[in-house]
């Protein structure tokens, strides 16, 4: 399984922006499927964008035009987040090896040990 390692979180205003990263050790990206997740405080893990290998993307509903998932190359991933809203706090994990079509935590083996976003109101 891939290391994977977020970083770029932190504390932002309504309506600033973070870019995250994820990095893998070695060449982990070059044929997986990689995703974000987000979970706020006593919720459960949610989806939040995934990229193919060929550089398709989706998004969730909630941050569709906000959020921007992309991949640079082998070994790094990212999510820029703009136009923030306290609703979007979470711990933000990258995770790789999952199903594109099916965007599930649990279809997905390899992942961080995430990163900490807290948009202030």
């Known amino acids: 399984q891939a290391q994977l390692r977020e970083s770029g979180g932190g504390l932002v205003q309504t309506g600033g922006s973070l870019r995250l990263s994820c990095t893998a050790s070695?060449?982990?990206?070059?044929?997986?499927?990689v995703a974000w997740f987000r979970q706020a405080p006593g919720k459960e893990r949610v989806f939040v964008a995934v990229?193919?290998?060929?550089?398709?993307t989706r998004h969730a509903e909630s941050v569709k035009g906000r959020f921007t998932i992309s991949r640079e190359n082998a070994s790094m991933v990212y999510l820029q987040m703009t136009n923030l809203k306290p609703e979007d706090t979470a711990v933000y994990y990258c995770?790789?090896?999952?199903?594109?079509?099916?965007?599930?935590?649990?279809?997905?083996?390899?992942w961080g040990q995430g990163t900490q976003v807290t948009v202030s109101s």
């Open positions: 990229v193919d290998v060929s550089g398709n």
């Open positions: 070695g060449r982990a990206f070059t044929r997986a499927t």
């Open positions: 995770a790789a090896g999952g199903n594109f079509k099916v965007p599930t935590p649990r279809a997905f083996s390899s």
